[in-house]
Nanobody, 125 residues
Framework: VQLVESGGGSVQAGGSLRLSCAAP????????MAWFRQAPEKEREPVAA?????????YYADSVKARFTASHDNDKKILYLQANSVNPEDTAMYYC???????????????????WGQGTQVTVS
């Protein structure tokens, strides 16, 4: 499944932005979509995920809880990440991921996801 992120850019600390992930060719057995991020010289880390297969439940890393909100438009097949009160530690390349096949290792584990986007850069100053 092709995933295309957009919405990144430069924002001042305390500001907001919304990332989008479009999924042309979306698989209807996709059960989980997530956002990961990777800062320079750091490992990729999970940010948020949402169950698209039924419950619609969302999950968040402690570092973004209460600031970021993940949502999924079932009609448009677009995943969003609303990021509020951003700070310089949120600076990273943000990646969208989707899981439809294979083993579920947990929403935080990158091995769960077989489809990945190219990423969109977020810079907070």
């Amino acid at each position: 499944v092709q995933l295309v992120e957009s919405g990144g850019g430069s924002v001042q600390a305390g500001g907001s932005l919304r990332l989008s992930c479009a999924a042309p060719g979306y698989r209807y057995d996709t059960y989980c979509m997530a956002w990961f991020r990777q800062a320079p010289e750091k490992e990729r880390e999970p940010v948020a995920a949402i169950s698209t297969g039924g419950t619609g439940r969302s999950y968040y890393a402690d570092s973004v809880k209460a600031r970021f909100t993940a949502s999924h438009d079932n009609d448009k097949k677009i995943l969003y990440l609303q990021a509020n009160s951003v700070n310089p530690e949120d600076t990273a390349m943000y990646y969208c991921a989707a899981a439809a096949l294979g083993t579920f290792y947990g929403w935080r584990d990158a091995r769960t996801y077989e489809s990945w986007g190219q990423g969109t850069q977020v810079t907070v100053s």
